[in-house]
């Protein structure tokens, strides 16, 4: 007798028990099965929590990151980098400068990949008689800001100065009762106002911006600047040293001097 035909035969003779043991097995494998089911899903939703709590957490921290950002701007410029040269002093007390550097050092240094430092401004500094108005004023030339070409595009913190126009500190706009629209003359050349600060309570009061090449074209400097003016990243707490040692890594005859705040 074949072996099937005799577990058949035993099958029907114990039927009850063959029943309640293929029972037993189904609902014990039903119950793996859905217990491993159970898990999967509960895996499933933990991972789903996860990953928005994740994602919660990296927008959290990428505002964070962006006022913190904008709190530092707030502050303003607050680096200046000379010529090596640059007498100190003369820098302070005359609010000039009387050494120059090519204006090619910004873009040197925009793409020179350095992190420490940022929203790059060439800067053409002088203190001048006004000859129209019979004064002496603060003239500075800038430009647009020079972006570090390794980084996110940002925002600038500085507004340039259109070409043909002039920016008036307060003393200056209101002693002389120029608004923005109207026409002035400087060393010989006509400017639209651009725009009129309000006091701030320092030499600011009495510069003027123009545009760089315009100031350098008035001050025989052409292709020259006297300072860079920029902002010191401290979102990555390096300290000053380190940013004058990258600095003069890549620039070697200048040299880095801390500011207050300095706004176009």
């Known amino acids: 007798m074949k072996i099937w035909r005799l577990l058949f035969k035993e099958i029907l003779y114990r039927k009850l028990g063959f029943i309640l043991g293929l029972t037993s097995v189904a609902v014990a494998v039903a119950c793996l099965i859905g217990s491993l089911t159970l898990l999967k899903v509960h895996d499933l939703h933990t991972q789903e929590i996860l990953q928005s709590k994740q994602a919660q957490t990296e927008r959290h921290m ?46 040197r240094l925009a793409d020179s990949g350095i992190v420490t430092v940022r929203h790059l401004l060439p800067n053409l500094q002088h203190k001048i008689k006004w000859p129209e108005q019979k004064r002496t004023i603060i003239l500075i030339g800038t430009r647009s800001e020079v972006p ?25 706009h209101q002693s002389l009762s120029l608004d ?55 979102c990555n707490g390096s300290e000053i040293s380190t940013v004058r040692s990258d600095i003069e890594h890549f620039l070697p005859d200048t040299k880095v001097l801390e500011l207050g705040t300095e706004r176009l």
Not at 71 to 82: F, P, S, T, V
Not at 153 to 169: C, H
């Open 62 to 107: 990428a505002k964070l990151n962006d006022d913190m950002r904008k709190a530092i701007l707030k502050l303003g410029l607050n680096l200046a980098i000379l010529p090596k040269d640059q007498n100190i002093n003369d820098w302070y007390a005359n609010d000039t400068g009387t050494t120059y550097m090519n204006e090619e050092y910004v873009d």
């Open 148 to 172: 570090n070409f390794h980084k996110n595009p940002r925002s600038p913190i500085v507004q340039p100065v259109p070409k043909g126009t002039i920016v008036l500190g307060y003393e200056l």
């Open 180 to 234: 923005v629209g109207d026409r002035v003359n400087l060393m010989g050349r006509e400017f639209t106002v651009h725009n009129c600060h309000e006091e701030r309570g320092n030499k600011d009061d009495i510069t003027a911006w123009i545009y760089l090449a315009e100031a350098q074209e008035l001050l025989d400097k052409e292709g020259l600047i006297n300072a860079i003016i920029a902002l010191r990243c401290l």
